[in-house]
């Protein structure tokens, strides 16, 4: 397994961005494909976004589409999310999680790995 440690949150207007981070240990970070979920209080988790291994193919959760990107770059081992246009019911602990194998970018994929979470609060 692969650790993850997410940063980047805090607070911002409606209509901010943000960047989150996730930095993972190991060797063999192309070899993985990841994820950010999220989840707000009372709500279940919600799959937000993934990348695959050489970070050429993505999916998007609908209701940050168009407005969020998800990139990585393997030099570093980290995979971002750039957050736009945000809105308050994008409030959410946000969760940078790890698949085995480079084309696993899916919603339903075995998401092994999960870093601590970020908040991100988002006010009207």
């Known amino acids: 397994q692969v650790q993850l440690a997410e940063t980047g949150g805090g607070l911002v207007q409606a209509g901010g961005s943000l960047r989150l981070s996730c930095v993972a240990s190991g060797r063999t970070f192309g070899n993985y494909s990841m994820a950010w979920f999220r989840q707000a209080p009372g709500k279940e988790r919600e799959f937000v976004a993934a990348?695959?291994?050489?970070?050429?193919?993505?999916n998007y959760g609908d209701s940050v589409r168009r407005r969020f990107t998800i990139d990585r770059d393997n030099n570093k081992n980290v995979v971002y999310l750039q957050m736009n246009s945000l809105k308050p019911e994008d409030t959410a602990v946000y969760y940078c999680a790890a698949a085995w194998g480079p084309e696993s970018y899916y919603r339903a994929s075995p998401w092994g790995s999960w870093g601590q979470g970020t908040q991100v609060t988002v006010s009207s």
């Open positions: 990348t695959s291994g050489d970070g050429v193919s993505v």
